[in-house]
């Protein structure tokens, strides 16, 4: 058996997944939304984004034209076995399922803003890496489009604002954004850490399906608040005004400096796309 191939073809159909099928919960959460929705022409385009993803389902054929900037999270059992293949196997897939699915090539150099053509380049595809117990690899695909990654941030808050600072940065960052990131969207946010944790916390935080908390109650008293906040700007769907600005608002935390609060908001739009496959030692395959 060659594990390589193994994750270089998982890898490939994790990407084709991810790209013309939405997961579950956000499918769900959708139909919800077009449902609940109180404006018109909110439901409306809630109703065209569900034609959408059917298409995209018969027709084998990617959901939104922005296939997105490619991050794969990678959990690593300690009984897997030498890792060392895995970078170079994650690329090698990106540029074969550029070419087969198709995706659009989004990796440009960021000052020439010459395109790789294939969706690799330095840098990327960004992958990141984590180290369990167990006798298997984890892999997670999440592609993001720039429509909604634009809209990210992040602030470094003098801790006196307290939570009162949290919310009124979250509420403004939304409003600022109003209908770019194309809604009904997905708030991740990471609270804590430093800068650049802040940011990864709130990257990470999107792998959380919809309607799970927190497992800390405070923070899932927060996610509540913040959710029903944003949905009463009445943004709504495209922007165009209504109930539903954003379908779902996760938290992830790390403990700061006492002299520091940063705050990390990152944003996607409905086309919140994932998928995730666990492969054994064994070769086994099995996709989450």
Request: aromatic share 4%; with cysteine; glycine share 10%.
């Amino acid at each position: 058996m060659d594990i390589k191939k193994v994750l270089e073809e998982t890898t490939i159909e994790l990407l084709r997944r991810a790209s013309i099928q939405l997961p579950g919960d956000i499918i769900k959460a959708l139909k919800r939304a077009r449902r609940e929705e109180t404006s018109n022409i909110g439901r409306q385009q809630l109703g065209n984004i569900l034609k959408n993803l059917q298409a995209a389902k018969e027709m084998s054929r990617p959901i939104c034209q922005d296939t997105g900037l490619i991050t794969f999270y990678v959990t690593i059992g300690n009984e897997f076995g030498d890792p060392g293949f895995l970078l170079e196997s994650l690329t090698k897939a990106t540029r074969k399922a550029t070419h087969d699915i198709p995706l659009r090539p989004n990796a440009v150099h960021p000052l020439t803003r010459k395109n790789s053509g294939d969706n690799s380049g330095t840098g990327v595809p960004i992958v990141s890496y984590e180290i369990v117990q167990g006798d298997y690899v984890e892999l997670t695909v999440l592609p993001k489009g720039a429509g909604a990654e634009n809209m990210s941030t992040l602030t470094m808050l003098p801790p006196s604002a307290g939570i009162h600072g949290i919310k009124q940065f979250i509420i403004n960052t939304v409003v600022t954004a109003d209908g770019k990131p194309c809604p009904p969207i997905i708030l991740g946010i990471g609270i804590g850490g430093k800068a650049d944790l802040a940011m990864t916390l709130a990257t990470r935080s999107l792998l959380r399906p919809l309607g799970t908390h927190h497992p800390q109650k405070e923070v899932a008293k927060l996610e509540e608040e913040l959710l029903e906040l944003v949905n009463a700007t009445g943004i709504g769907p495209m922007g165009l005004g209504g109930k539903y600005t954003a379908l779902g608002l996760n938290i992830e935390y790390a403990y700061c400096h006492p002299a520091s609060l940063p705050v990390g908001i990152t944003m996607q739009c409905w086309a919140h796309r994932r998928a995730t496959a666990r492969i054994y030692r064994d070769g086994q395959i099995e996709y989450i």
